[in-house]
């Protein structure tokens, strides 16, 4: 199972992720961002990924708008300064434009197989684990697979410490956004964005 659902603003700006070619022509992915507000007054800035041929790309277009958006939540490899990164993103399967006082949504869901270890952190503001879940793409040849990162904080962090390589497990939780510098050079500074899935519920399927 891999299942998302957002609600929020458009950012209205887009630009070119990658090409593919389908029967022989190229077609045009372009890179957008959707913005979830949170209870606490902050944000969530997600990554979406559409078809310059897409209807569902209309829909990304104007920021005053508030959007509900389903999906699948994926990865995709790439290669930026000669590194192999993953990137997430959302693989919307249906849009809609929703009233503006809707309220927000974030929302996760996935079965999969932790393959990577547990990382445990201890923070200032409590216990934080991280790890890695391995998510069947159903229904698609050319790739079998997604690779999510997951990270928990305070009881869930706890509950998923005990958590082994390989557990099988079905989540639900929310996409986290996070800013963040990287120091190119001596002279050089980046400014990038880190996405992960935020777990706030937690059911162990071994």
Known sequence: MNYIHIVGNPTGEFSENHVIKINGIDKVVYETHIISKTASGGHNKIKVLVNDKSKIMN????????????GDYRSFNKDIDNKRISEMYIKVSEAKRVIRSSKHINKVEMNGEIISEIIEKHTKSGLVIETRLRVKRENNPHKKYDYIQLVAYGDMAKKMLGLEKYDKISITGRVHSRDYEKKISDNEIKKKTAYEVAVYKLKILN
């Open 59 to 70: 829909f990304f277009r104007n920021a005053n708008h508030v959007i509900s958006v389903y």
